[in-house]
């Protein structure tokens, strides 16, 4: 399983743009990376995934350089709604299980 | 809008009773997943299945937890007896997962257990 180290807190104001990087040092080749969102008292929430170099949705993007052992996470102009807690996953393939660690906490305030 | 359900949302019980959780899988999924989360120790896997047969329960306690899919569209979480380390809110989550797709997890709201 690839080892992900994502920073444990963050801080933003409303509108501002929010970036959480995620290393994943021992992906392979298989591996897919993907984002999970988590409010309190409910359960995860698919945010994004991705391969490589760059996803976009209606919710956030994803950017994974060409060596793929990082990627970010972008949040355009957070609002006081997305604060919670940030989860980075390492996915193998379609049968594997969801691992996940500690996760960011992003904090926005006003 | 479909969506997984779990049963009850919240349970209070004393020591050494049995705790039943319930989940109902969205139609169609057939991957379903038991997570427990704690302050301490964050979401923890602790059953898995595929097509209703278990893959992977290697986290969870065997002397006293048992996780089951009597039939497609229910799996149950049995805690026997139950402890105060049980406390814990249990997370049900489904999808439609193959080989080769690496498509999302849907999770219900979860039952936050209290067992004193």
């Known amino acids: 399983l690839a080892k992900i180290t994502q920073p444990i807190s963050m801080d933003s104001y409303e509108g501002q743009e929010v970036n959480i990087t995620c290393s994943h040092n021992?992906?392979?080749?298989?591996?897919?990376i993907t984002w999970y969102q988590q409010f309190p008292s409910q359960g995860p929430r698919f945010i994004i995934q991705?391969?490589?170099t760059k996803v976009t949705n209606e919710v956030a993007s994803l950017f994974i350089p060409a060596d793929r052992k990082s990627s970010t996470l972008s949040l355009p102009r957070v609002s006081l709604s997305d604060t919670a807690v940030y989860y980075c996953l390492v996915e193998d393939s379609g049968y594997s299980t969801l691992t996940f660690g500690k996760g960011t906490m992003l904090l926005v305030s006003p | 809008d479909a969506r997984v359900t779990q049963t009850p949302r919240h349970k209070v019980t004393e020591m050494g009773q049995e705790v039943t959780m319930r989940c109902q899988p969205i139609l169609g999924h057939n991957t379903v997943f038991w997570y427990r989360q704690t302050m301490m120790q964050g979401l923890e896997l602790l059953a898995y299945f595929r097509n209703r047969a278990p893959l992977d329960d290697s986290g969870m306690p065997k002397d006293r937890f048992s996780a089951e899919m009597p039939d497609a569209t229910l799996a149950t979480l049995k805690i026997q007896p139950s402890e105060p380390r049980d406390s814990a809110v249990y997370f049900c989550a489904s999808g439609p997962r193959d080989r080769g797709r690496r498509t999302e997890a849907f999770f219900g709201q979860g039952t936050r257990l209290t067992v004193v």
């Open positions: 991705g391969y490589k």
């Open positions: 021992n992906i392979a080749t298989n591996d897919y």
